[in-house]
């Protein structure tokens, strides 16, 4: 069962675009969510976190929409830059047990 | 500056025979973490531990066995390797819950 679900599997924007990566979630329990950014070769790496209490957070280009309601979240890149291209994964943690799950991840490419 | 090593980088391994990842942290973390990824199914996690001399089950647990017999190592072990274990495993680590994962490089595991 797929608890944390990203969409789209891929997406390429042309550099100064917007780029807006979809993520859902199923479990109440859930109310920490990092996105981590990978380079093909590498591990993952943090890129901007959202706490189920704040609706919105913003790091330079990088802004997380939060919908508790709706159990759903958007990570927003402005003016994207060929730099960004890399895979995005949102993450989902439970904090009573500190297990955090991933979902599939976004492939963002973006075109000079 | 953090630091996850893992070793070895890549192994080839023959069907039913053992295979032992390392990680070893310097973070001072008392969280680790052992992720699988595949192609196309993000990240995973297979085991993960809070404190030395103790593991907890991930959500892809069957195959593997993990042991953390101090606070900076913490090894995976597949006591009968089989060909779908050949997957990138990453090992991480963290303060704790709601706090940075800092991943190491992957170690690249073929299973003939």
């Known amino acids: 069962q797929q608890q944390v679900r990203q969409s789209p599997q891929s997406l390429t924007v042309w550099e100064g675009e917007t780029a807006i990566l979809n993520c859902s979630y199923e479990?109440?329990?859930?109310?920490?969510f990092p996105w981590y950014q990978q380079f093909p070769g590498e591990g993952p790496a943090l890129l901007i976190s959202?706490?189920?209490?704040?609706d919105k957070k913003e790091d330079g280009r990088f802004t997380i929409f939060f919908n508790k309601r709706e159990k759903k979240l958007s990570l927003h890149i402005t003016d994207s830059q060929p730099g960004d291209s890399a895979t995005y994964f949102c993450a989902a943690e439970n904090t009573n047990t500190g297990k955090l799950t991933f979902g599939d991840g976004t492939v963002l490419t973006v075109k000079p | 500056e953090a630091a996850v090593t893992q070793s070895p980088r890549s192994k080839v391994a023959v069907t039913g025979g053992k295979v032992t990842l390392s990680c070893h942290q310097t973070?001072?973390?008392?969280?680790m973490y052992w992720y699988r990824q595949d192609t196309g199914h993000g990240l995973r996690l297979i085991h993960y531990?809070?404190?030395?001399?103790?593991?907890e089950k991930g959500d892809i647990p069957d195959g593997y066995k993990a042991s953390r017999p101090s606070q900076e190592n913490f090894s995976l072990i597949l006591e009968l390797a089989s060909l779908s274990q050949t997957a990138v495993y990453f090992c991480?680590?963290?303060?704790?819950?709601?706090?940075?994962?800092?991943f190491g490089a992957g170690t690249r595991l073929s299973v003939l």
């Open positions: 479990d109440s329990t859930f109310n920490y």
């Open positions: 973070n001072n973390h008392d969280y």
């Open positions: 959202i706490r189920s209490v704040s």
């Open positions: 991480a680590s963290s303060s704790g819950v709601e706090n940075t994962l800092y």
């Open positions: 531990s809070y404190v030395a001399d103790s593991t």
